[in-house]
Structure formats: structure tokens, C-alpha cells
């Protein structure tokens, strides 16, 4: 009997007097089979398989740092921990969270974190800057402010050769904000919050990445979004308290390929003209998960996504600089204009970010010793990433994602954006 057939008979036989969203509740929680409706393909808990596919520098990693894995790995959350109603989706987090970004309390010239380092490598002019000979694990409070506002002003920090605990990770995570715990996806076997950044999983449940459908996302996000991690976006826009300061660590890297590009939202909004910018400065937009739920009051009515609205342009709050936040996948549309202008502008924005190479890095991971592996810690909100699916899973590529949810986002009218404020030249077309 196929599975199609084991749901439509089962199906059958819940139908009592419960309400229907209990009753599709009960379906769902009853066969592992059904993904919830979500855009990503379920991955069905055994923790033995990803265990087996483990690479030996991510296991050294890992056991080195105190993780047990004796009863698997990645852990998967429970399936009865899911959410399956976009209420349930929408109420985690739903609430305050004191934040201060410690960018802000920085010496401006860094010298703490600087005067340590041996080597600093701007890898662009306006966007990703290496830091040589030092280890993450060892920063003092000092310094880590430092490298906040580091990070808020070049957008993403790389640091190579570090031996680094998942949970060094994470403590990191946590002094830079409130480290997210992502309701479905893998994370090491014991910390919820240190995410699994492992295609190579993915693909051995039956993700369907291939050469030629990999850069998708890139044309249309909305319908092809479940295809890895290869299109242009930000992570975890629809949060109360979106993503700030994130950190992924690399332990397994391919020799040749797997690259990841960074793109700068203070450069894509100085892009645009001073009339263009006055129109969207105080403009607000409707954010959506990368996952979808069932609207419990229409349940039949197909996938739902958490919607929040933000600041179209927002400040940050260590810089002061204004940026744009936008990204192809899940911001939906513009408020105060129709659909088909909010459709326009949006394109054209998403275009603005991700077509102009010179707002750009790509970065080239290197792995050295086993069980150690490479940092790129980047700010959420001012900036959109993708990864270059190029090795097409012939060597493995695993990491682990700590991200820290920074402020609820704000536009200041008196704030500048980043070339105003560094005097910068600015074209001023003609009125
Ligand atoms: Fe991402």
C-alpha cells in the first residue's frame, strides 16, 4: 500500500466531533509522512543516519567540544514540538526582548581588538573584512564590542584556523543578543540554538538540489525557495526581533567550492537617488517566514507564512547609518501602494542588492587541522547572503549557525546613511 493510500484510509478514521483544526492536527501529528504543509521538505527524526554521514573534522570538532554523541546526530525537534497553525508559528517570540547591541558601546578605533590581531584584510572596499591571529573563543568583553561594531560596519568578519566549541559558539551568540531557537530545523544533538548548516543532510533525506535547478530561488524565490540555500536573502525577517549579529562556523569545507557571497543593504540603499530615498524613508512592509503553516481557521486553504511588518529603511542602532531592508523571499509587499507598484519596486530593490558587484563579497572558506574550522560572523539586518552550491555535494560541507536576535526595527527621519555620513560622493541626477 502506498503512503498515499495508508493516509486516505487513516484519514478516514478521525473524523469524530472534534473541530477540524483539531482533527487535522491529530492527522498530521499521526503521520510522519505529511510535511505540514511546510515549504521545506519534513525531515524525519533519525539522528543515526546523520551520524553516519558525519564528516571526521566536524566529529572531532564536536566530541572535542563536549558534545555527546552517543544518542545521534543532528537532533531534529520533536514532531509534537512543530507548530502546525500559523497562531502557534507566530506567537513564538511574540514578546519584548530587552536588547542593547554592544556595537554601540565600542571604542570607535577598536584598539583592543585590533592592536591583538596580526593581520587586517579588507577583502573589498565596501563590504567584508578579514581578521588575522586571533581566536574567537578567547576575546575579552573589550574586544567582542569591538568586533560588533566591526561587523555592523563592514557588514561580515571572517576569521580562519579557529578551534571553537559549538558551545563557545553559542556563549558568543548570547552576548551579542537573543540567541533563536529554531522550532524545526537541526541543531547539535543537546544546545538548541547552535543550527546545523548541512546540505549534504538535507540532500540524504531527499532534498531536491541539483545542478541545474541550485540557483532558482535567484529568478522566482517564492515558488522555488525550498532549493537549499542558493538564493539571496536574510535570515529570519519575520521575527518580532529579526536577526542581527550570526554567526556560521564551517568544520567540514570543500577543497574547491561551496563559497558564500554577502551583499551590503547601507551600499544597495545609497544606490538609489535622493528622490528615490525620500520615498522610501518611513515606508513599512510586510515580512514572511521561510516556513509555512495552516491557518487554523481556514484550514484547507493551503500554506501560510508568519507575517510582521518592519521599517522598509531602517537605522542601525550601533552605526546610525540607514539601510535597506529588503530580500526577494520574504518580504511581500510594500504598504500604502497597490500590489503591481509594490511588485515593481520590490523587483527593482531586490535587483539593487543583488546585481551590483561592487556592494559584494565572496568569500572562500579554508579548512586546516581537523577539528578546527572557519568563522564568518555578519549582520543580519544590513545585509543579504547566498550560498554558491558549486561542489554540487561531491566533498562535505558542515557547520553550525548560532544567531542572535538583535532590536525591534526603528527608521529615525534624522538618521544618514552610510556615504553621507563618511562624506562620500553621491550623484544628485537632475531635478
Ligand atoms: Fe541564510
Known amino acids: 500500500m502506498s503512503n498515499t493510500e495508508t493516509v486516505n484510509k487513516q484519514s478516514l478514521d478521525i473524523v469524530n466531533d472534534l473541530p477540524i483544526d483539531k482533527q487535522i492536527e491529530q492527522l498530521i501529528k499521526n503521520h510522519k509522512e505529511l510535511s505540514i504543509s511546510r515549504s521545506r521538505k519534513s525531515i524525519v527524526n533519525d539522528e543515526q543516519d546523520g551520524l553516519k554521514l558525519l564528516p571526521e573534522s566536524s566529529r572531532k570538532r564536536l566530541e572535542d567540544g563536549g558534545i555527546d554523541l552517543s544518542k545521534g546526530y543532528p537532533e531534529v525537534p520533536n514532531r509534537d514540538e512543530i507548530p502546525i497553525f500559523v497562531d502557534e508559528a507566530h506567537a513564538i517570540r511574540d514578546y519584548d526582548v530587552p536588547f542593547v547591541d554592544r556595537g554601540s558601546q565600542a571604542d570607535p578605533e577598536k584598539k583592543a581588538l585590533f592592536g591583538a590581531a596580526t593581520e587586517i584584510i579588507h577583502l573589498t572596499d565596501k563590504v567584508g573584512t578579514e581578521i588575522v591571529g586571533l581566536q574567537l573563543e578567547n576575546l575579552t568583553d573589550q574586544q567582542k564590542d569591538e568586533l560588533a561594531l566591526l561587523i555592523a560596519e563592514r557588514v561580515v568578519v571572517f576569521f580562519r584556523d579557529q578551534k571553537l566549541?559549538?558551545?563557545?559558539?553559542?556563549?558568543?551568540?548570547?552576548?551579542?543578543?537573543?540567541?533563536?531557537?529554531?522550532?524545526?530545523?537541526?541543531?547539535?544533538?543537546?544546545?538548541?540554538?547552535?543550527?546545523?548548516?548541512?546540505?549534504?543532510?538535507?540532500?540524504?533525506?531527499?532534498?531536491?538540489?541539483?545542478?541545474?535547478?541550485?540557483?532558482?530561488?535567484?529568478?522566482?524565490?517564492?515558488?522555488?525557495?525550498?532549493?537549499?540555500?542558493?538564493?539571496?536573502?536574510?535570515?529570519?525577517?519575520?521575527?518580532?526581533?529579526?536577526?542581527?549579529?550570526?554567526?556560521?562556523?564551517?568544520?567540514?569545507?570543500?577543497?574547491?567550492?561551496?563559497?558564500?557571497?554577502?551583499?551590503?543593504?547601507?551600499?544597495?540603499?545609497?544606490?538609489?537617488?535622493?528622490?528615490?530615498?525620500?520615498?522610501?524613508?518611513?515606508?513599512?512592509?510586510?515580512?514572511?517566514?521561510?516556513?509555512?503553516?495552516?491557518?487554523?481557521?481556514?484550514?484547507?486553504?493551503?500554506?501560510?507564512?508568519?507575517?510582521?511588518?518592519?521599517?522598509?529603511?531602517?537605522?542601525?542602532?550601533?552605526?546610525?547609518?540607514?539601510?535597506?531592508?529588503?530580500?526577494?523571499?520574504?518580504?511581500?509587499?510594500?504598504?500604502?501602494?497597490?500590489?503591481?507598484?509594490?511588485?515593481?519596486?520590490?523587483?527593482?530593490?531586490?535587483?539593487?542588492?543583488?546585481?551590483?558587484?561592487?556592494?559584494?563579497?565572496?568569500?572562500?572558506?579554508?579548512?586546516?587541522?581537523?577539528?578546527?574550522g572557519t568563522s564568518a560572523i555578519w549582520d543580519n539586518r544590513i545585509s543579504q547572503h547566498r550560498n554558491v552550491w558549486d561542489h554540487e555535494g561531491k566533498s562535505p560541507r558542515h557547520g553550525t549557525r548560532v544567531t542572535s536576535l538583535a532590536e525591534i526595527p526603528y527608521f529615525d527621519p534624522e538618521s544618514k546613511s552610510q556615504r553621507e555620513t563618511l562624506g562620500l560622493p553621491l550623484k544628485k541626477w537632475d531635478a
Open 165 to 372: 566549541s559549538p558551545k563557545a559558539q553559542y556563549e558568543l551568540g548570547d552576548y551579542y543578543g537573543n540567541v533563536e531557537k529554531h522550532p524545526q530545523v537541526p541543531h547539535v544533538t543537546g544546545l538548541p540554538g547552535a543550527t546545523v548548516i548541512w546540505v549534504d543532510y538535507g540532500l540524504s533525506k531527499g532534498l531536491d538540489l541539483n545542478f541545474n535547478n541550485a540557483n532558482f530561488a535567484n529568478w522566482d524565490s517564492v515558488r522555488y525557495l525550498g532549493y537549499g540555500n542558493q538564493g539571496w536573502h536574510t535570515d529570519l525577517v519575520h521575527e518580532r526581533q529579526p536577526a542581527g549579529y550570526t554567526h556560521l562556523h564551517l568544520d567540514s569545507i570543500p577543497g574547491v567550492g561551496g563559497d558564500t557571497i554577502w551583499s551590503s543593504g547601507y551600499a544597495a540603499y545609497d544606490k538609489l537617488s535622493d528622490e528615490f530615498k525620500k520615498f522610501l524613508d518611513g515606508k513599512k512592509a510586510i515580512y514572511v517566514s521561510a516556513d509555512a503553516y495552516l491557518d487554523r481557521n481556514d484550514p484547507l486553504g493551503g500554506p501560510k507564512k508568519v507575517e510582521r511588518v518592519h521599517p522598509l529603511v531602517r537605522t542601525h542602532p550601533a552605526t546610525g547609518w540607514k539601510f535597506l531592508f529588503v530580500n526577494r523571499g520574504m518580504t511581500k509587499r510594500i504598504l500604502g501602494v497597490s500590489p503591481i507598484e509594490s511588485d515593481l519596486i520590490l523587483n527593482f530593490l531586490f535587483d539593487i542588492y543583488e546585481k551590483n558587484a561592487d556592494i559584494q563579497v565572496r568569500f572562500k572558506w579554508t579548512n586546516t587541522k581537523s577539528g578546527y
